[in-house]
């Protein structure tokens, strides 16, 4: 059963309007979310995080937002860019357990 | 952020051979992790570990075995290879951060091809 949720496969955006990747969870013990941006052929970089005792962390041009009721959250890129294309992915970790948990990740295409 | 570091970057093999792939962090971080991953689905952890001497399997069974001597080392042996075992192979470390759990940092990945 998959505890982490990336509905959407792809997303395709124009250069500089604003890229919205979603993820959902089922775990209630999770309370730390990260975002990672993968290009083929290499390893997730990272991106921006959030903590379960906030509900909006914003590094640049990059905001996430968590909905703990939901069990939501989302990745705001604002002004996309071509360079933002890339696979997306969002993980989760909980309590004491160090583990992450990955959805299958977004592919992201921003044109120029 | 962490510099890994893993090679080869790319290997294709025949059946049954044994293949070591080699994971470095230069960071002092006390965890370290492989993840398995194919095109279009998750990471899925393999196996971990927090510190010298300590290994564990991961939540995706494998027939990899790891060994943890070094802090800065994680290596990744499989005894012989299989075309199953085609894959992509990521190794990460982590440290506490003080942001309420760690934040892992990946290597580039060894895309591992079995014929």
């Known amino acids: 059963d998959q505890q982490v949720k990336q509905n959407s496969p792809s997303l395709s955006v124009q250069e500089g309007r604003i890229s919205i990747l979603n993820c959902d969870y089922t775990?209630?013990?999770?309370?730390?979310f990260l975002w990672y941006k993968k290009y083929p052929a290499e390893g997730p970089t990272f991106l921006i995080s959030i903590s379960s005792i906030k509900d909006k962390n914003e590094d640049g041009r990059f905001t996430v937002f968590l909905n703990k009721s939901a069990k939501h959250l989302s990745l705001h890129i604002v002004p996309s860019q071509p360079g933002d294309s890339a696979v997306y992915f969002c993980?989760?970790?909980?309590?004491?357990?160090?583990?992450?948990?990955f959805g299958k990740g977004t592919l992201l295409t921003v044109n120029p | 952020e962490a510099d890994i570091y893993q090679t080869p970057r790319y290997l294709v093999i025949g059946t049954g051979k044994k293949i070591t792939l080699e994971c470095s962090q230069t960071m002092g971080h006390d965890k370290m992790y492989w993840y398995q991953q194919d095109p279009g689905m998750e990471l899925h952890l393999i196996h971990y570990s927090y510190g010298v001497n300590s290994t564990e399997k991961g939540d995706l069974s494998s027939e990899s075995t790891v060994s943890r001597i070094r802090t800065e080392h994680f290596p990744l042996t499989l005894e012989s290879a299989r075309p199953s075992h085609t894959s992509q192979y990521l190794c990460?470390?982590?440290?506490?951060?003080?942001?309420?759990?760690?934040?892992?940092?990946f290597g580039p990945g060894t895309r591992l091809t079995v014929l």
């Open positions: 990460a470390s982590s440290a506490y951060s003080g942001k309420g759990t760690d934040t892992q940092y």
């Open positions: 993980a989760a970790s909980g309590g004491s357990n160090y583990k992450l948990t």
């Open positions: 775990n209630s013990m999770f309370d730390y």
